[in-house]
T-cell receptor, first 115, second 113 residues
Framework: AQSVTQLGSHVSVSEGALVLLRCNYS??????LFWYVQYPNQGLQLLLK??????LVKGINGFEAEFKKSETSFHLTKPSAHMSDAAEYFC?????????????FGKGTKLSVIP | DTGVSQDPRHKITKRGQNVTFRCDPI?????LYWYRQTLGQGPEFLTY????????KSRLLSDRFSAERPKGSFSTLEIQRTEQGDSAMYLC???????????FGSGTRLTVV
């Protein structure tokens, strides 16, 4: 069984400031981890994924995340926030074993960027 | 490759009516998933197909819900006797194998009045 906890349902940052969105996971098997972004009334767009290769994963739009097994974390960062980053962000986990199929999502973090 | 397509984008229906949504996955993806997202929540898993076989259904998928993928290509999700609690965004996703990421469609937003 897997679960995801996203700390902070709403995060505000100033334009140009560091973005840090927190995600902790629980998994009974080695996990695959994902970050998705969702704009209003849109589907989910994949930002980046961890699938047991490099622990520091680079994604689109300047985002990156680091898998820390000891902390069961997969926090999302971006050095400098842009107005276009304002959206809702979801962390998700699935198992890496054969037959693992179900993505389990966190409740999401809404990012606001202040000009 | 046009991504995952969902139709319609929006649906308003009266309580008690039946509705059907369609999902067209990326053509080479044999795995197809349906999720439901209510306001302020993350998506929740509903059901999973590998080719035409429905391999898993969530407890969220009550008897009023049925999903099909008759030829292993597009899929339909039907809700019978809709209730106000069915109001949500219904998301479809597909992927090529267990290794690759999931590609989501834009969703169908259902409003039951």
């Amino acid at each position: 069984a897997q679960s995801v906890t996203q700390l902070g349902s709403h995060v505000s940052v100033s334009e140009g400031a560091l973005v840090l969105l927190r995600c902790n996971y629980s998994s009974s098997v080695p996990p695959y981890l994902f970050w998705y972004v969702q704009y209003p009334n849109q589907g989910l767009q994949l930002l980046l994924k961890y699938t047991s290769a490099a622990t520091l994963v680079k994604g689109i739009n300047g985002f990156e995340a680091e898998f820390k097994k000891s902390e069961t974390s997969f926090h999302l960062t971006k050095p400098s926030a842009h107005m276009s980053d304002a959206a809702e962000y979801f962390c998700a986990v699935t198992g890496s074993g054969a037959g693992s199929y179900q993505l389990t999502f966190g409740k999401g973090t809404k990012l606001s960027v202040i000009p | 490759d046009t991504g995952v397509s969902q139709d319609p984008r929006h649906k308003i229906t009266k309580r008690g009516q039946n509705v059907t949504f369609r999902c067209d996955p990326i053509s080479e993806h044999n795995r197809l998933y349906w999720y439901r997202q209510t306001l302020g929540q993350g998506p929740e898993f509903l059901t999973y197909f590998q080719n035409e076989a429905q391999l898993e259904k969530s407890r969220l998928l009550s008897d009023r819900f049925s999903a099909e993928r008759p030829k292993g290509s597009f899929s339909t999700l039907e809700i019978q006797r809709t209730e106000q609690g069915d109001s949500a965004m219904y998301l479809c996703a597909s992927r090529e194998s267990d290794v690759y990421g999931y590609t989501f469609g834009s969703g169908t937003r259902l409003t039951v009045v």
